[in-house]
């Protein structure tokens, strides 16, 4: 009913919406007739981003490149660094917390310690800051900044939900677009994310024809895959069954797939849902801890996401004995088209590299 109320208060705001529209396509004109001024980086660079407000894989995608090139060339991560309490340029170290960069680029540096990992407002300053810092790096790789037109990347990676396709979609605040539809143009790599395991070819053909590729771009299909839980404080393995009751602790955008995978996969399951990035109170701590001691389960743990752990951890204290555990997910790309997709990015660095 909630949902419904809310679809329906959003129709109302259509001339807002519009208005919205207005100014992205004028912003989107601008740099079109080079009025607004892009500018290039003499590196490999790869942007990953939506049309969307909300979740549509982007922090997995830029895990699933960082483990694909990790080993082969020298790359770092640049992203906004949204909600963080700091301003400006910041890179990462062993004194860093989720509150100076933001939780995305915290799980960064958290999982992959020998990558830079950095943040910034304006990444068109970020990146020579970045290179001053780090001057081996030989690719950077953008987080959500596909509608940052300040910055011409090397290889745009569009991201698009499944459940939420940009094509079927409108605009703030009457619908979640932020960009302009007609902007999937300058993508290279169209992803579109979240799908069932089980899509059939006939169905991902659909797709393709509702968002009609343009010459020379590539389109795959992604589903997620979860991991094996792990305890937040001591990373101790749990894996769940049909015994086990779950609460479900969420501040991200979109936590419905999450909910289905736990409900097919535990005896019942509790959700304590908060806003998409929400900064966790020592008094939500609380609320969580009575919430889960009302089950009355013999076999019970609470779960959350990896981005709302960085926003827990500061909580080590209390969590050391607290049954919550963290669950991995990561882009499993359907129809076997993972190499596919390994081969483009590859081969982007690597010829740009002999351009160079």
Known sequence: MFSTFLKSFRILLLPFALLYWMAVWLRNWMYDKKIFQSTSFGLPVICIGNLSVGGTGKSPMVEYLIVTLKDKYQIATLSRGYKRRTKGFALADENT???????EPMQFHLKFPGVPVAVGEER??????????????QAIILDDAFQHRAITAGLNILLTD??????????LPTGDLRDLKSSYKRADIIVVTKCKPGLSAEEAN?????????????????????????????RKEYRLDKKTEVLLVAGIANPLPLKNMIEENSKAYFLSHFPDHHIFSIDDLKEIKKRFEKIEAAQKIILTTEKDAMRLIKFRDVLRDLPMYVIPIRHHFLFEKAETFNGIVINFIENFKREA
């Not at 917390?97 to 939780?103: E, M, R, V, Y």
């Not at 499944?162 to 605009?171: G, V």
């Not at 299909?221 to 094996?228: D, E, P, Q």
């Open 162 to 171: 499944y459940n939420n396709l940009f094509t079927k979609d409108f605009y």
């Open 97 to 103: 917390t989720a509150l100076d960069i933001g939780d």
């Open 206 to 234: 659909a797709i393709k024809e509702e968002i009609s590729p343009q010459d020379g771009q590539e389109l795959f299909f992604t589903s997620i895959k979860y991991g094996v839980p792990y305890h937040i404080i001591s």
């Open 124 to 137: 068109i300053v970020a990146i020579p800051q970045l290179l001053h810092q780090k001057p081996a790096t």
